[in-house]
């Protein structure tokens, strides 16, 4: 056993695994789901090179702060592919009727290959190399805070092991979410299905865009209408607005949004980006999903690097006979009440993050389950 994190963290502190019943993936396709929080604000770099500069938003009175470590920097979007399938699998256990747990045991050629990556050696590296940076990354937010609560810090990973065979072979791995993102995964209301092809999107703009459009323009046939300037602060990139609006451009000219079209507006001296929802393959989440494949894409790596060729060993979880999930551990945090989303303000678009009256973003008519 190759062991990642010990028994006893750094600090001497026992592991959470130790009292948490453990969630095994068991295998089987999950239609991929996405957690709204993370969807409308900047909570990754956007960028493939090391970011230690902090991100820092507020809107509607709830902050984000982000902060990386020098040694691994923030984690990105990419990595976040690791949280998006770990909250697909914890919903699709729920709709099962089954138990889930924040302790989830896996292969990492069920991840790999579920978010489209190769599974050759040098991406179990780059795996690794993303759960460093989310285990790393320092998030302070107050967001779904409870009444006698005001801000809530944590990582995106509490813990993480890897398991080997004799011969070296990684076989499994475990890890440990944080309550807040396990909490807001199990609320319903508070994830929404993405399209299989978000792990074909390459740039982390566009990443980041699509979540964007996902989240606020949803189904709605008429979309949703932002100032570029407002998905320059949205975002949390460290390019100028003029780039930024470049590259928005740039992804609006290629229409590379899967289920979406982007165009540019002027109103005056305001530049505008419309989204609008054409052909969506996805369904809400509380509607039966269609059978998607999982996207095969073989140019997706945890940091851009190239993918390598080389095919790990078929997934198997002969370390651990478990094979029912069991309950789900809601022991910490008792206090954080969830925050109901409610419709946003049809007039100007505010999310549930957003200041009422925001004059930046403007919904078009906004359909239930479907606003920020």
């Not at 500069?53 to 509607?60: C, D, N, T, V």
């Not at 009727?97 to 896996?106: A, C, H, P």
């Not at 944080?178 to 995964?185: A, E």
Request: glycine share 10%; with cysteine; net charge positive.
């Amino acid at each position: 056993m190759a062991g990642v994190m010990p028994q006893r963290g750094q600090q001497g502190r026992e592991s959470e695994r130790l009292r948490l019943d453990p969630f095994v993936i068991a295998g089987g396709d999950a239609s991929p789901r996405d957690q709204r929080d993370l969807m409308e604000r900047p909570f990754f770099s956007l960028s493939k090179a090391k970011r230690v500069a902090p991100i820092l938003y507020e809107a509607g009175g709830q902050r984000v702060e982000i902060h990386g470590l020098a040694e691994h920097g923030m984690a990105t979007i990419w990595d976040a592919d690791v949280l998006i399938w770990a909250a697909s699998q914890i919903v699709e256990a729920e709709n099962s009727g089954l138990r889930t747990s924040r302790f989830l045991r896996f292969t990492p050629y069920q991840l790999l290959t579920a978010v489209g990556r190769a599974t050759g050696a040098r991406d179990y590296r780059l795996l690794k190399a993303a759960f460093a940076r989310l285990q790393s990354t320092v998030v302070r937010t107050t967001i779904r805070n409870g009444e006698h609560w005001r801000r809530h810090q944590f990582s995106w990973i509490n813990e993480w092991e890897e398991r080997t065979t004799r011969d070296g072979r990684v076989e499994g791995m475990e890890c440990v979410l944080p309550d807040w993102f396990y909490r807001g995964v199990i609320d319903r209301s508070l994830v929404l299905a993405i399209d299989p092809a978000y792990f074909r999107l390459t740039g982390g703009i566009e990443r980041w865009l699509y979540r964007v459009a996902r989240k606020h323009a949803g189904h709605q046939p008429q979309g949703w209408l932002f100032e570029m300037a407002h998905l320059h602060e949205k975002s949390g990139s460290l390019a100028r607005v003029s780039d930024f609006a470049l590259d928005l451009g740039r992804i609006a000219a290629r229409q590379s949004l899967p289920g979406y079209r982007l165009a540019i507006r002027r109103e005056g001296r305001r530049k505008l980006l419309h989204i609008r929802s054409v052909n969506l393959s996805t369904v809400p989440v509380d509607d039966g999903v269609d059978g998607h494949g999982i996207s095969g894409a073989g140019t997706i790596g945890t940091s851009g690097a190239s993918l390598s060729g080389f095919q790990a060993h078929e997934p198997q979880l002969s370390l651990w006979p478990e094979t029912r999930n069991r309950a789900a551990n809601l022991e910490s945090n008792l206090e954080s009440n969830f925050l109901m989303l409610g419709r946003p303000d049809t007039d100007r678009g505010a999310g549930a993050a957003d200041r009422p009256g925001d004059p930046h973003a403007c919904g078009l008519s906004p359909m239930p389950g479907d606003g920020p």
